[in-house]
């Protein structure tokens, strides 16, 4: 999934939908949130490209008196979009049921393309490397998820991110993406870990109390590294692939010394 606003805010009246009514409250407060925050920055007519825009807001160079009200709504929507991805996958973590119904349209496209239409997708099909049928799994019985659909919805991971079609053009915009992971990178979990300890922080006034503030600090990082050495060794036991994923790590260069032929 890599959706734009309107899309997004589809999928999630699709969900809404397919509840017939059980569809949880903040469901609907969520979306209208989420399409306040999804924004697209456009360049005006004889500006820079949206490659050269980004890479001056983000070095922080200066970029003209004109593109300044632009360049605070991109970093203003970077800042929210950390927060809102935690938000978004908090929810789906706490309404399970949404979760599969938000999976089964973003999978399956019924409402987006229609019942029975060829557009609508009802297989996953999936082949290993050798090139052997690796998985093949229906995506719905009867309209509803399958269980591989419920299979599937625990492991997507949602997240806002800029998307840019050309670095050359003049546009780029927010989308909603979808990530099939067995778990959290690194950085997913520290991040969300340092947002709920400051909302902590914010309830309960510690910052008032130093000594208060110490001790939950202290906390804090004991079980953040808990945490962090718990999911290194979940991860880690499912092969390299996986632990570069979770360290956010990516190989782009192999060398191999010490071979004679």
């Known amino acids: 999934m890599s959706a734009k606003k309107g899309e997004a805010l589809s999928t999630f009246r699709a969900a ?56 605070e709504q991109y970093l203003k929507a970077a800042e929210v979009r950390k927060k809102m991805t935690i938000e978004l996958n908090d929810f789906f973590s706490a309404n399970e049921e949404f979760s599969r ?41 009867g309209s509803k998820p399958s269980k591989y659909i419920d299979k599937l919805s625990k492991k997507v991971h949602y997240r806002f991110s800029w998307k840019t079609p050309s670095s050359r053009g003049t546009k780029t915009y927010m989308s909603l993406r979808g990530d099939i992971r067995e778990a959290k990178t690194l950085d997913e979990l ?31 990082f004991r079980n953040l590294l808990d945490k962090i050495l718990t999911a290194l060794l979940n991860v880690a036991s499912k092969g390299l692939s996986q632990l570069l994923t979770f360290l956010g790590m990516q190989i782009t260069k192999i060398s191999i010394v010490g071979l004679t032929y």
């Open 190 to 220: 520290i991040e969300h870990e340092c947002h709920n300890h400051s909302l902590s922080y914010l309830d309960e006034g510690i910052m008032d109390n130093i000594k208060g503030a110490w001790e939950k600090a202290k906390k804090f």
């Open 16 to 71: 809404i939908s397919y509840m017939d009514g059980h569809a949880p409250a903040e469901a609907d407060k969520l979306a209208k949130r989420i399409s306040k925050f999804m924004k697209e920055i456009a360049m005006p007519k004889g500006g820079p490209t949206i490659g050269e825009f980004t890479k001056a807001v983000k070095t922080n160079k200066s970029i003209g008196k004109a593109l300044n009200s632009l360049a």
């Open 101 to 141: 119904w938000f999976t089964y349209e973003v999978a399956t496209g019924e409402t987006k393309f229609g019942p029975e239409q060829l557009a609508t997708a009802n297989w996953v099909l999936k082949f290993s490397t050798n090139g052997s049928v690796e998985e093949l799994e229906p995506l719905s019985v």
